[in-house]
Antibody, heavy 114, light 110 residues
Framework: EVQLLESGGGLVQPGGSLRLSCVAS????????MTWVRQAPGKGLEWVST????????YYPDSVKGRFAISRDNSKNTLYLQMNSLRAEDTAMYFC???????WGQGTLVTVSS | QAVVTQEPSLTVSPGGTVTLTCDSS?????????PYWFQQKPGQAPRTLIY???KKHSWTPARFSGSLLGGKAALILSGARPEDEADYYC??????????FGGGTKLTVL
């Protein structure tokens, strides 16, 4: 059974940092690109970042470029999202996913507030 | 970056047919955008319904289909059921470098 388990969310002050983790099981994690998607409360989905299977290439939208960094440790079947210079508008549920295969975690909530 | 537009809300009668569309501000949507469609019910994570314009997962009900129509990506639901009431999101890939979700369509089956 495929599982994606996110962790690391919580309450952080504006300007602070947080690192999210997503532990994968049930599939060959090292063989696939992985993606972070977020959803602000009551809002739609937003693509946050994608990383290739070997971690060699990463992609970001302008809204997080330069502040967020995606990475992975294939030996630990774990995907990461380092989030720096957090803003109120980064408040959201963060999902890790392998979109093509319909592998989704249940999400971890990040709240940026003073 | 591109803006992807969906109908904010649609209503379909049980047993009826409805088409949800996904438009790109950069021009016609093509298979090169690898359109995805996701279904999300309240309090749940999204699920991938359709990928690469038309491809389905084993769990995707046969009443859902994906296509390109009039320069847009489309999700067609034929024979709507009450359990299809949900939010639907499309996702487009731009040269494999960045991806953009549409704003979502709230589908009511009534």
């Amino acid at each position: 059974e495929v599982q994606l388990l996110e962790s690391g969310g919580g309450l952080v002050q504006p300007g602070g940092s947080l690192r999210l983790s997503c532990v994968a099981s049930g599939f060959t994690f090292s063989g696939y690109s992985m993606t972070w998607v977020r959803q602000a409360p009551g809002k739609g989905l937003e693509w946050v970042s994608t990383i290739t299977d070997d971690g060699g290439t990463t992609y970001y939208p302008d809204s997080v470029k330069g502040r967020f960094a995606i990475s992975r440790d294939n030996s630990k079947n774990t995907l990461y999202l380092q989030m720096n210079s957090l803003r109120a508008e980064d408040t959201a549920m963060y999902f890790c996913a392998k979109l093509r295969d319909d592998f989704w975690g249940q999400g971890t909530l990040v709240t940026v507030s003073s | 970056q591109a803006v992807v537009t969906q109908e904010p809300s649609l209503t379909v009668s049980p047993g009826g047919t409805v088409t949800l569309t996904c438009d790109s501000s950069t021009g016609a949507v093509t298979s090169g955008h690898s359109p995805y469609w996701f279904q999300q019910k309240p309090g749940q994570a999204p699920r991938t319904l359709i990928y690469d314009t038309t491809k389905k997962h084993s769990w995707t009900p046969a009443r859902f289909s994906g296509s390109l129509l009039g320069g847009k990506a489309a999700l067609i639901l034929s024979g709507a059921r009450p359990e299809d009431e949900a939010d639907y999101y499309c996702l487009l890939s731009y040269s494999g470098v960045f991806w953009v979700f549409g704003g979502g369509t709230k589908l009511t089956v009534l």
